[in-house]
């Protein structure tokens, strides 16, 4: 197997997610990509055999970029609701700046949402991948809710596993209403700030 120049392949992938922002997954062609990042049809075609397959492969460069760090074990970090909303926010926070800094520019929200929704769409095996992510990211608030357990700071009978579930789909509904309701010109900052209270007013409820 030919390897493959990890800085011509990024540079691939890095210029296919600004398009797909800029016009739409649909709507980029193989011809767009020529023109922007300088190579020949056939070099992109040897790299990424589909528009689907190179759609995956930026996928898989975004789940990487913003993955929980190895090292956060929250089990042990997490001792009440104070470190628990702690861990989760400075975690968005490094995701969101690492993810940026990779890409070397603003991410424009309202359009990466509707960017997401349509290779969602567009992508059977995308699905899958989306499954598994929500599938890691409810299992680390699962250990985050299994920590305050650990310390004595959760009630008596609360499922951390449910608690986890509920309080993830709470932030991923959130950010949508902020994404396509409320304003379509939010901030990275106003985000976080979202998640923030989220998880606070959470833990009122519980």
Sequence with gaps: ???????????????????????GYKDVSYQDLVK?????????YHYFAS??????????MFFESSKQPAAVEPEDFVKDYD???????????GQLNDFKAFLDAELVTFNWVLFCLEAIDASEQLRGVIAELTKLEVKFLEKCFLGLEKHGKLLNGK????????LYYM???AGLVMFLIENKNKKDEDFIVMYDKIIHDFFKII
Excluded: H
């Excluded at 030919?2 to 296919?16: G, H, Q, V």
């Design 1 to 23: 197997m030919t390897k493959i120049p990890l800085d011509t392949r990024t540079n691939i992938l890095k210029t296919a997610l600004l398009l797909f922002l800029e016009k």
């Design 83 to 93: 470190s628990f909303r702690k861990i989760y926010v400075n975690i968005k926070v």
């Design 51 to 60: 528009k689907e397959e190179l759609l995956i492969a930026v996928f898989d």
């Design 159 to 166: 499922d951390p596993a449910l608690l986890a579930e509920c």
């Design 171 to 173: 932030l991923e509904g």
């Design 36 to 44: 922007k990042t300088g190579l020949s049809k056939g070099a992109i």
